[in-house]
């Protein structure tokens, strides 16, 4: 039994690491009708800035500060340099631009930290174990869980409780009136780049401690966030929540009971959820 | 305007005459453009022709490597035997991945692809037994063309193999888009919905011609592990799949051609800058990026947009 409890616990932690980087990616498919394949790179970013900001401060609570606005800063720039002129062409070369950005920011990652993995430390705070429930049970994967709840709900109420998330509405539902309304639509459109790169970079401090900063590790978390989104339904804030829990349930489960196949399961779990429902669980059918 | 007959003659004279002027490494180099052209002109049939964008086009090359290098491997067959063995395999795997796959379209549909391809990935890199996990399978042997036929062992006679089934393939695959099956492709490219209106089912022939684009990559991974003598996982890995895409945008979408020329473009791009830093992916992204904002149809696509305008 206590070992169900840990699995599921363990599940929720990752589904909550999952959230935060598919969020975005969510979103931005949502709003601008994009699929940032530089999302990962963008939450490899975050988790190297970490690096940086504890090696050179030795305050982990700082990059949670600093990193995520760094990487929304550079998101925003790179959107508002090379995608905001291609949003008229099919959604192809969106995705393609992407990946080409995607490639350069990982090469430029190599060169300014090398090719070797950049360990971070938790804070002392969040270092050893609480009893729950009987169990012991990691810290940092409880902060994980209350991080990605706050997140959830922090995204939902702003979207739907301000004026500034119903302007970013009425861009997503149809971005020609919204302009004719008198909505700045490319701010809007590099504003919600920059958020959800933002998210991302989040996603990478969160992860660092667990993870440690490496190559490659953007791609790794952007093909579960695929798959998330493609069970959720893109463009769903709720569907990322769905998506990134049975993603979790899925890889620990599997990785517990069946770790040579852990990887099958997943994609076991996408196949049947798309035979039946092609645009995800909470998607909206085209 | 020269007309595309006598651009085909030149280029079939230039493809027989160029061996004998190159250097030993320029050849290996020609070689291995044209079996990474192979590769993206079979992307080019679903993407260009289809407007299905596939992430995952790697997974039928490696998988041709890896069934071509067993066979060589293992049972010492011709080397066609083992490029029949790819091509198969590939198209194998091809048909349930494709039939999940069509059921969506877009993005999702290269989502899906993206993740079957990490999945075949993970697979080839896990099954130690089969495949030599990470290290993958060295010492692929370039056996002769027939029992007692001609060896292939020379890097001239394997260049020209691997020539003819560019040529062939290219071929085979013009005659498949000026086909009604690939003039249904083109619509269902153009306007989805309106196929489905006319009461034509779109997915079959999605199916039919992921299959087809899978052989052609199969058959381009079957040649490449003979010729570079191992197939390792890499060749499966996403990255590749993004390349074959960068080689498509850079050629010319929709083209067939362009997609050979595009490789050419990347791979001599990648040699060039690589001479001068270890960080040229970079300045690849960077060309592009640049390619997919101001030429979005590639060299052959814009080349003809300049003659039809000139």
Redesign the interface.
């Known amino acids: 039994m206590s070992i169900l409890i840990e699995q599921l616990l363990n599940a929720v932690a990752l589904a909550a690491l999952l959230f935060l980087v598919s969020v975005g990616l969510s979103l931005v ?1 949502g709003i601008l009708g994009v ?1 940032n394949f530089a999302h990962g790179v963008f939450y490899m970013l975050g988790a190297y800035l970490t690096f940086t900001t504890v090696a050179l401060s030795g305050n982990f609570w700082l990059s949670l500060i600093v990193a995520p606005p760094v990487v929304g800063i550079i998101g925003a720039l790179l959107e508002s340099s ?1 995608l905001r ?2 949003y008229r ?5 969106q ?3 992407t ?3 995607a ?2 920011l ?3 990652v ?2 300014v930290y090398g090719p070797t993995a950049k360990p971070v430390d938790p804070p002392p705070m969040l270092q050893g174990s609480v009893a729950l429930a009987g169990i012991a049970y990691p810290r940092y994967r409880l902060f994980l869980v209350v991080l990605g709840c706050t997140v959830g709900v922090a995204v939902w109420l702003f979207l739907s409780r301000t004026r500034a998330g119903l302007v970013i509405r009425a861009v997503a539902q149809n971005s020609e009136m919204a302009d004719c309304l008198g909505a700045d639509v490319a701010r809007v459109r590099t504003l919600v780049f920059g958020a959800a790169c933002a998210l991302a970079g989040l996603g990478g401090v969160a992860a660092a401690p667990m993870t440690t900063a490496y190559l490659g590790m953007g ?1 790794g978390v952007i ?1 579960d966030a ?2 998330v ?2 069970i959720g339904g ?1 463009g769903s804030i709720g569907g990322s929540m769905a998506g990134s829990l049975i993603v979790g349930a899925a890889q620990t489960w599997g990785a517990f009971y069946l770790p ?1 196949t852990a ?2 399961i997943m ?1 076991a779990v ?2 049947a959820i ?2 039946f429902r ?2 995800g669980l909470f998607g909206e059918e ?1 | 305007m020269i007309p595309s007959r006598l651009w085909a003659l030149v280029a079939l004279v230039a493809l027989a005459i160029v061996p004998w002027v190159l250097a030993r490494h320029q050849l290996s180099l020609l070689t291995d453009l044209l079996i990474a052209g192979l590769f993206a002109m079979s992307l080019d049939l679903i ?1 260009g022709y289809t ?1 299905m ?1 596939s992430f995952g086009h790697a997974a039928y090359f490696g998988l041709g490597a890896y069934a071509s290098a067993l066979v060589l491997l293992h049972f010492a067959q011709p080397v066609p035997v083992a490029l029949l063995a790819g091509a198969l395999l590939a198209g194998a795997v091809a048909v349930p991945v494709g039939w ?1 796959s069509t ?6 549909f ?3 692809t ?3 391809a ?2 075949l990935y ?1 697979v080839a890199y ?1 099954w130690r037994d089969l495949t030599g996990g990470s290290d993958g399978i060295a010492g692929v042997p370039k056996t002769p063309l027939f029992w007692g036929g001609p060896s292939l062992a020379s890097p001239h006679a394997f260049y020209f193999l691997v020539a003819t089934c560019v040529v062939l393939s290219l071929f085979v695959c013009r005659a498949v888009v000026r086909s009604p099956f690939g003039r249904a492709l083109q619509a269902i490219r153009e306007n989805e919905r309106r196929f489905t209106s006319l009461g034509r089912d779109p997915r079959p022939f999605k199916l039919v011609v992921f299959v087809i684009a899978a052989v052609f990559a199969g058959l381009a991974g079957a040649l490449f592990a003979p010729f570079r003598g191992f197939a390792s996982p890499e060749v499966m890995f ?1 990255v590749f799949s ?1 390349q074959g ?2 080689m498509v ?1 850079m050629g010319g979408i929709g083209t067939l051609v362009g997609p050979i020329l595009g490789a050419m473009l990347f791979i001599l791009i990648q040699e060039v800058l690589s001479s001068y830093t270890e ?1 040229w ?2 300045f ?3 060309v ?2 640049l390619m ?2 101001f030429l ?1 149809g590639g060299v052959v696509g814009t080349a003809r947009r300049l003659g039809a305008r000139g």
């Not at chain 1, 062409?89 to 070369?93: A, D, G, H, S």
């Not at chain 2, 059921?103 to 999702?108: K, V």
Request: aromatic share 16%; charged share 10%; glycine share 8%.
């Open positions: 498919f699929v090379t002129f291609i062409r099919p959604p192809i070369y995705l393609l631009l990946f080409g950005l490639l350069m990982e090469e430029a190599r060169l791609i093909v695929f798959v989104v493609v893109l040579e990887m099958v994609y996408m196949g798309l035979v092609p645009w085209e | 993407m407007g964008v999940f059921r969506a379209t877009g993005i999702y290269a989502m899906l993206l993740a079957f990490q999945f993970t896990k996403w993004g895409l960068m945008v960080h992916m970079i690849t992204g960077l592009f990026v997919v904002i979005p």
